[in-house]
């Protein structure tokens, strides 16, 4: 959203000022919050077309991205490494 990875599918919720949306429905000037919880403004939105998707599976929930979208794997209870999800192996 960001102009970061843009590696998400649309119906994936993102933290905006006004609630969660969809990515799909997030437009240039919306307020999103980014992974530290600080609210940025979107300057770019990027339509990728369809692209292959991994699923990833976690104690919480199913997550589904790209095979380049950068994870947070924790290492312990206070460190995290950002890992690629093509690259994740099972415990991570």
Known sequence: VLSSRRCLPGETAVYTSKGIQ??????VG??????????QKVTNVFVQGEQELLIIQSQIADFRCTPNHKVAVLNSIDSYE???????KPGD
């Open 22 to 27: 969809y990515i799909e429905d997030i437009k």
């Open 82 to 88: 950002w890992k690629e999800a093509q690259y994740l």
């Open 30 to 39: 919306d307020l999103v919050y980014d992974s530290k919880g600080v609210k």
